[in-house]
């Protein structure tokens, strides 16, 4: 890795030259140059000397035109799947918890909160703006709060906070952590869900992984460096995981795709309903088909082995880890 020139960087508009967990200013340069597949612009990824946190730079102004209106707007199979696969994910967390006051940070939709009323649960939403709210709203018939979790009431406290696949699209990750703690009843516990850098699938994809997803994904964790940031405002790992069966194999795919030279990203842009059936989706969609076996058995080994390319935190506050040791 190269030493990121930080006096050519400050010069360069909206380039992050600090560390966003720690604020340390001693970089590497770790990608040099991933490209956005929805735009096409290019980014680097910087890591941090001092804490081993990577993340994104120039960090955009807006962020709007890397999340078009038809962005993941998946199709009712691939819904219909997600749906079932969450459902198995939702049972995993509340097995051993009596039903309470849930909060999902970034919930899209509303799948999982769906999930979780279903369970008992009484549930509050967090999206990032009106519109992003009202197919959650709908779906729930519950309190669905646009903008920030800034705007989510502090005095009732929450039993579980949710924070699924939505830390990594954060500019100031520590902010948010701050705050869902704040937010935690003693009891409670939050539930963190990232791409994992440290997996075998980050390492083969490097550049062109799949979910490394420049520049939505701003901040990227090894387990190390997440729980670093989870200890520092107060919470303790209590548990954590790297199975996903609902975003590894693919990954595999597409990443090895990727590797192939293929148009970047073309099958995950079909699904997404970003691109319409070209000859690169064909391309893409019968060399998938022959990668689905390998791509699962790779990722069930990579599970075993605590390499899988997401990974699943529970946290809990501090004193109460102490407790049960």
Same mark, same amino acid.
């Given at each position: 890795m190269k030493q990121a020139n930080l006096s050519e960087a400050t010069t360069r508009p909206g380039v992050v030259h $600090?560390?966003? @967990?720690?604020?340390?200013?001693?970089?590497?340069?770790l990608f040099s140059r991933s490209v956005d597949h929805i735009t096409g612009a290019s980014f680097l990824v910087y890591e941090c000397c001092s804490c081993d946190v990577k993340f994104t730079a120039p960090v955009p102004d807006c962020l709007d035109s890397y999340y078009p209106s038809s962005y993941r707007g998946y199709g009712p199979v691939v819904l219909a799947v997600l749906r079932a696969l969450y459902r198995l994910r939702v049972r995993g967390w509340v097995s051993d918890r009596s039903p309470g006051r849930v909060l999902e940070v970034g919930c899209g939709p509303g799948l999982m909160l769906e999930a979780l009323q279903e369970k008992g649960w009484s549930v509050v939403g967090v999206e990032r703006n009106e519109d992003a709210c009202s197919d959650a709203r709908q779906r729930l018939g519950a309190e669905v709060v646009a903008g920030g979790i800034e705007n989510v009431d502090k005095t009732e406290g929450?039993?579980?906070i949710v924070l699924f696949?939505? !830390? $990594?699209?954060?500019?100031? /990750?520590?902010?948010?952590?701050? $705050?869902?703690?704040? *937010?935690?009843? *003693? *009891? &409670?516990? !939050? +539930?963190?869900?990232?791409?994992?850098?440290?997996?075998?699938?980050?390492?083969? &994809? &490097?550049?062109?992984? !799949? =979910?490394?997803?420049? /520049?939505?994904? @701003?901040? =990227?964790?090894?387990p190390d460096s997440l729980s670093d940031a989870l200890q520092s405002v107060g919470l303790s790992v209590s548990e954590l995981t790297t199975v996903s069966p609902e975003h590894d194999p693919f990954g595999w795919i597409q990443s090895v795709l990727n590797r192939m030279g293929l148009p970047f990203n073309s099958l995950t842009q079909y699904l997404m309903g970003l691109? &319409?059936?070209?000859?690169?989706?064909?391309?893409?969609?019968?060399?998938?088909?022959? !990668? +689905?076996? /390998?791509?699962?058995?790779?990722?069930?080994?990579?599970?075993?082995?605590? *390499?899988g390319a997401l990974m699943e935190v529970t946290a809990v506050a501090t004193d109460r880890s102490k407790e049960q040791e």
């Open positions: $600090e560390c966003p @967990l720690c604020l340390s200013n001693s970089l590497d340069v929450f039993d579980l696949n939505v !830390l $990594e699209h954060v500019a100031d /990750p520590m902010y948010l952590l701050k $705050e869902c703690a704040a *937010r935690l009843n *003693r *009891r &409670g516990a !939050l +539930v963190v869900s990232v791409p994992n850098l440290r997996s075998w699938q980050a390492s083969f &994809g &490097g550049p062109v992984w !799949l =979910h490394l997803d420049v /520049p939505r994904h @701003l901040v =990227h964790f090894t691109k &319409g059936l070209d000859v690169s989706v064909v391309c893409s969609t019968l060399l998938a088909m022959l !990668l +689905v076996i /390998p791509a699962i058995a790779v990722s069930v080994i990579s599970w075993v082995f605590q *390499r």
